[in-house]
């Protein structure tokens, strides 16, 4: 086992307690799915739930640090220079329909950087976390982006809208946060989308940096219409160029 910080170790702790419920929640879906009231309600309360133990857990360790969050929005605490960024359940139309593949995603911005990221999925018991200068991991294994230089032996991952279908061969997985995990540990090649939200993306940014990956620029003080892409070196520019405009 790596050494991880203090901020990591709180990061992990909190994204394994609020699983449980969430692990117990998509348990549930299948029976909601042939309810009248219908899945939808149920799947906004889980992710609020969700929210809340995170949050709860990340205050008792830091009770200064901002928070931002897909349904609690901003909140600027004293300390605005550190800043959690929380996604409770990132793939909640999966999540709605019973599909096993969603995560927890958890980031520390600070001072307009993402130094810690982690990104948890449930139901597989998947977890990836990353630190600035300490690596990638994957439950506890060192991961690095994949090794490919062909193009045409590459997946990508993307879940942009169909306006301009590039002639590459890709997924939409409907999981922004587990697509950049699984760039990171190569089990993807790359990844674009645009039109994401900051919360969706921040863990992945230091995860693929840290596994060895290349990302375009992007301006962490805005929250959403990002646009990522994300590949190792070796397939950057041959990706970039494929996508031209994108």
């Given at each position: 086992?790596?050494?991880?910080?203090?901020?990591?170790?709180?990061?992990?702790?909190?994204?394994?307690?609020?699983?449980?419920?969430?692990?117990?929640?998509?348990?549930?879906?299948?029976?909601?799915?042939?309810?009248k009231k219908?899945p939808?309600?149920?799947?906004?309360?889980?992710?609020?739930?969700?929210?809340?133990?995170?949050?709860?857990?990340l205050?008792?360790?830091?009770?200064?640090?901002?928070?931002?969050?897909?349904?609690?929005?901003?909140?600027?605490?004293?300390?605005?220079?550190?800043?959690?960024?929380?996604?409770?359940?990132?793939?909640t139309?999966?999540?709605?329909?019973?599909?096993?593949?969603?995560?927890i995603?958890?980031?520390?911005?600070?001072?307009?950087?993402?130094?810690?990221?982690?990104?948890?999925?449930?139901?597989k018991?998947?977890?990836?976390?990353?630190?600035?200068?300490?690596?990638?991991?994957f439950?506890?294994?060192?991961?690095?982006?994949?090794?490919?230089?062909?193009?045409?032996?590459?997946?990508?991952?993307?879940?942009?809208?169909?306006?301009?279908?590039?002639?590459?061969?890709?997924?939409?997985?409907?999981?922004?946060?587990l697509?950049?995990?699984?760039?990171?540990?190569?089990?993807?090649?790359?990844?674009?989308?645009?039109?994401?939200?900051?919360?969706?993306?921040?863990?992945?940014?230091?995860?693929?940096?840290?596994?060895?990956?290349?990302?375009?620029?992007?301006?962490?003080?805005?929250n959403?219409?990002?646009?990522?892409?994300?590949?190792?070196?070796?397939?950057?520019?041959?990706?970039?160029?494929?996508?031209?405009?994108?």
């Amino acid at each position: 086992m790596n050494s991880i910080s203090p901020n990591l170790n709180v990061m992990i702790k909190a994204s394994e307690k609020a699983s449980k419920i969430l692990i117990r929640d998509f348990g549930e879906v299948e029976k909601l799915q042939v309810s009248k009231k219908g899945p939808k309600d149920f799947v906004t309360n889980a992710d609020l739930k969700t929210e809340k133990i995170l949050i709860e857990e990340l205050k008792k360790a830091k009770p200064h640090f901002s928070i931002i969050s897909e349904e609690n929005g901003v909140e600027n605490n004293k300390d605005k220079k550190n800043t959690w960024i929380i996604d409770p359940i990132d793939g909640t139309i999966n999540f709605l329909h019973g599909i096993p593949h969603f995560a927890i995603s958890i980031a520390l911005k600070s001072n307009d950087e993402i130094i810690s990221g982690l990104v948890f999925d449930p139901i597989k018991n998947e977890m990836f976390y990353a630190e600035k200068n300490n690596g990638a991991y994957f439950n506890n294994q060192r991961i690095r982006v994949s090794k490919k230089r062909e193009i045409d032996s590459c997946l990508f991952a993307t879940g942009s809208k169909a306006e301009n279908e590039l002639d590459l061969p890709h997924r939409k997985s409907g999981c922004a946060a587990l697509d950049m995990a699984y760039v990171a540990s190569g089990r993807y090649d790359g990844y674009y989308q645009k039109n994401l939200n900051l919360w969706d993306i921040a863990a992945g940014i230091i995860l693929i940096k840290e596994a060895g990956g290349l990302l375009n620029e992007i301006d962490l003080s805005i929250n959403e219409n990002i646009k990522i892409i994300a590949s190792s070196a070796d397939i950057n520019a041959k990706l970039l160029k494929k996508l031209g405009n994108f």
